[in-house]
């Protein structure tokens, strides 16, 4: 049985970081698809107005959407900080059992 804080707790911290990275990837392509279609939307209004509009909207997105990758991002970074030490934390343990497994293994022969 794994314990709580033991590999399981591993698997699903990757698990949450992978999640939140492909949500991330989801966002940023719904904001560069808002982009283009305000873009194209713009290009058919001609340079009035409008088109400006569509031109602080665009960058607004894109700056939103840039902002929330730096999130995800930092997020991600974060997690794989906490296991990696996690999992260094664990390294000992595992060198010896590893150990007592190969010379009790050997003992028998």
Do not use: F, W, Y
């Not at 982009?35 to 290009?43: I, N, T, V, Y």
């Not at 999992?87 to 150990?99: F, G, H, P, Q, T």
Request: hydrophobic content about 40%; some cysteine; glycine content about 6%.
């Amino acid at each position: 049985m794994i314990e709580k804080g033991g590999e399981s707790m591993s698997l699903e911290a990757m698990k949450q970081v992978t999640e939140a990275e492909e949500a991330n990837r989801a966002r940023r392509a719904e904001a560069q698809a808002e982009a283009k279609r305000l873009g194209a939307e713009a290009g058919r209004a001609g340079e009035g107005p409008l088109s400006r509009s569509a031109r602080e909207l665009m960058r607004q997105a894109e700056a939103k959407a840039a902002e929330h990758a730096s999130e995800v991002m930092a997020q991600t970074r974060k997690s794989c900080d906490a296991l990696r030490a996690q999992a260094e934390a664990r390294l000992a343990d595992a060198a010896e059992s590893i150990v007592r497994r190969v010379v009790k293994t050997n003992v028998h022969c």
